[in-house]
């Protein structure tokens, strides 16, 4: 027992050891650890023949359970295990069989005989040598009872595949297993013949290296004669390949014909629905119609939104030409107010320079102040003049001579001291 435990970690083996069967609900992560990990101890030790049944004999798919086991499985240490019976192992080893043996596609491939399959089985799970009788028992049973992944009498086997059918074992089946079983023993045979001419050529050349006439005689005839029986055999062998052949492609037919009708037997039920071809011509003289329908309705739809848009666009230009009209009349608006800012700043300056202009009436002589310089957006003062009074000169007079300067009274400003 130390040997199957020696690997785990020791804080885990008491755990192991204890009747983990109640932490099933309690502690479920805990209680699935326990059981994968005797679940691959005892697998290991089936396989490994560790533990023999009480004949002493190593099987290596099963194990004899009862106190039997827990005798075996006991430690000095720890006792015996509490909880092995929660411990399931046969589905762990029927499912990697199966795995291994999914490679099989065709009805020849897939049918063996129990030798065969005993020995597929036993290369699959690292097995030296063949399973026992017991094992392979076991095996089949399970594989054939349980799952229902194989069909079997005993000496033939043949895998069910995803689209075969569940039935017993056939004469055919029969004839492919013994045809097959035939073919391996003259595999073996031929390579014992080949062996042993290899072994006949080294003794005739150490025969003849002693100058042993009669051995190198001797050997050169057994050679000879097994030459001429390996022959025979691979003439034998090759005949048999050919029918094995033969019967693989005959079984593919077979199945071909098979999905071929079921597929015929599907598209004669799609044709039913679908109907005669007179109903699929009225079928799509109606979908005309139909379309042509739609697509009237939609030219009746297209050219009432047409109308829409229109009117809408007749609106809006309507809209748009009162908003010019709106700026135009803040732009008139803004203009004159800007020139009347402008006066009164003229008029601000005017008397602030007083003295100056007095200065400048003293001389009699009137001034033209031109009013480039104002505002040029004022509509009243662009391009006229403002003509200033020269002393002893009244307002009235000075307002004549602007008159007589411009006579356009509306585009010049008067200013009197």
């Not at 095996?139 to 229902?148: C, E, V």
């Not at 848009?309 to 010019?324: G, K, P, R």
Request: hydrophobic share 35%; net charge negative; charged share 30%.
């Amino acid at each position: 027992m130390c040997v199957l435990v020696a690997n785990i970690v020791r804080a885990r083996i008491p755990s192991l050891f204890s009747d983990f069967t109640v932490q099933r609900d309690t502690n479920p992560d805990g209680y699935n650890a326990n059981v994968k990990i005797w679940e691959d101890i005892l697998c290991s030790a089936a396989r490994d023949g560790f533990i023999a049944g009480r004949d002493g004999t190593v099987h290596r798919l099963s194990l004899e359970t009862g106190p039997y086991l827990l005798q075996k499985l006991e430690s000095s240490e720890w006792g015996r295990p509490l909880a092995i019976n929660a411990v399931i192992v046969d589905q762990k080893v029927a499912g990697r069989v199966l795995t291994a043996l999914e490679k099989y596609s065709s009805q020849v491939d897939r049918t063996l005989t129990t030798a065969m399959f005993g020995r597929e089985a036993a290369a699959t799970l690292g097995i030296d040598g063949d399973l026992g009788d017991k094992d392979l028992t076991i095996l089949l049973k399970y594989l054939a009872r349980d799952r229902k992944t194989i069909a079997t009498d005993g000496k033939v086997v043949r895998i069910i595949g995803s689209t075969d059918d569940v039935s017993p074992i056939s004469t055919e089946d029969r004839a492919i297993a013994s045809l097959k079983s035939l073919i391996e023993d003259i595999e073996r045979q031929l390579r014992a013949l080949e062996s042993q001419i290899a072994a006949s050529r080294e003794r005739s050349q150490k025969a003849v290296e002693s100058k042993n006439r009669a051995s190198a005689l001797m050997a050169l005839r057994s050679k000879k004669l097994a030459e001429s029986v390996l022959a025979q055999r691979m003439d034998t062998l090759f005949q048999l390949e050919q029918v094995l052949s033969s019967i693989q492609q005959a079984s593919d037919q077979v199945a071909m014909v098979r999905v071929m009708k079921d597929s015929a037997g599907v598209l004669r039920g799609l044709n039913a629905k679908v109907g005669s071809a007179e109903d699929v011509e009225n079928a799509l003289e109606s979908l005309k119609e139909e379309m042509g329908k739609v697509e009237d309705l939609g030219s009746v739809i297209s050219d009432a939104g047409q109308e829409v848009n229109v009117t809408d666009e007749h609106e809006i230009d309507e809209e748009f030409d009162a908003l010019l009209r709106q700026k135009e009349r803040a732009e008139e608006e803004e203009a004159v107010e800007r020139t009347k800012q402008k006066l009164a700043e003229l008029q601000t300056e005017k008397l602030g320079a007083d003295g100056e202009e007095k200065s400048e009436l003293s001389t009699g002589e009137s001034q033209i102040i031109p009013t480039a310089n104002c505002d040029p957006t004022s509509p009243k003062l662009n391009g006229a003049s403002v003509i200033l009074p020269s002393e002893g000169q009244s307002a009235s007079s000075a307002k004549s001579n602007t008159a007589s300067h411009n006579p356009r009274e509306s585009s010049h400003a008067i200013l009197e001291s």
